[in-house]
């Protein structure tokens, strides 16, 4: 997610569930290949890890995905679900739904130049293009003519016109059948579902007809839903780590992040919803969020929150 899923956000995460692919945000073909900073950056902890990328151009993609294949990256995704105006300005997320083949001629082109998966993540539609069929034209092209076997249906369409990003999150209704339907009807694809999911029996429900799930905002605003996903979902036999010792296993991070020059708050604002609704919770919040912000803020801040948090609490 855009300004969220920053490579301090992924450690964090990677913490609470080894299995998971973790996702970047999305970073432009323009950003990686003209930008001044390393916007291929990320901790090799976070593996498995997917640079989603954003772009139309075949060739940029082409150079990105190589570039992001050579550092190590375990997949590349294409983004043409964002619907945001400075997307579109851009020729790519959302609006690439209305170009079914150039999204093809993209795939193809980044299959060529990598061995990883590259994938594509998009709605189930746009503005009045919204029918079974539009949806069904836009993955047979994308599948076979630029042959990209697995897809990551947000559930709800996208309008690219009067609706602010955050509304395209919210008021579109969801349509889950529509992807069940989706891989009914593309059984030898590669089909997951986004938006809205909050649970793990949710997810459960939707691998019945699924091969996977992309939990997004819940994740980031109720981290601790992770905790579990190794154990219920990966079906792995260890123990499930507490919220108190997963902040401490931060510990070390941060401090080798600070001496790289990486300012407190950057790294502790992905983990204000660890503790959401647990006692205690409001004040260490409000004590990282007053704190961490401040010149010098170091490990001593999160050890002070942490002790908002009641010991004789077991979390």
Known sequence: MLDWTDRHCRYFHRLLTSETLLYTEMVTTGAIIHGKGDFL???????PVALQLGGSNPQDLATCAKLAAERG?????LNVGCPSDRVQN???GACLMAEPQLVADCIAAMKEVVDV????????????????????????????????EQFTI??????????????????????????YQLKKDFSHLTIAVNGGVKTLEETKEHLKHLDGVMV?????????ILAEVDQQIFGLDKPIKKRTQVVQEMYP????????????????????????????????????SENAHKPGSGIEV?????AKIPKELDV
């Open 253 to 288: 991070y941060i401090e080798q992040q600070l001496a790289k020059g990486a300012y407190l708050g950057h790294i502790t604002r992905h983990m204000l919803g660890l503790f959401q609704n647990m006692p205690g919770a409001r004040q260490w919040r409000r004590y990282i």
């Open 41 to 47: 950056a990320y901790n090799e902890e976070e593996h």
């Open 90 to 92: 851009g020729r790519f």
């Open 154 to 179: 947000h559930a709800r369409k996208a309008w690219l016109s009067g609706l602010s990003p955050k509304e395209n999150r919210e008021i579109p209704p969801l349509d889950y059948p529509r992807a």
């Open 216 to 224: 997004g905002r819940e994740a980031y605003q109720n981290p601790y």
């Open 117 to 148: 998966p590259v994938t594509v993540k998009t709605r189930i539609g746009i503005d009045d293009q919204d029918s079974y069929e539009f949806l069904t034209d836009f993955v047979s092209i994308v599948s076979e003519k630029g042959g990209c």
């Open 73 to 77: 990256y375990d997949e590349i995704n």
């Open 302 to 306: 999160v050890e002070a929150a942490l």
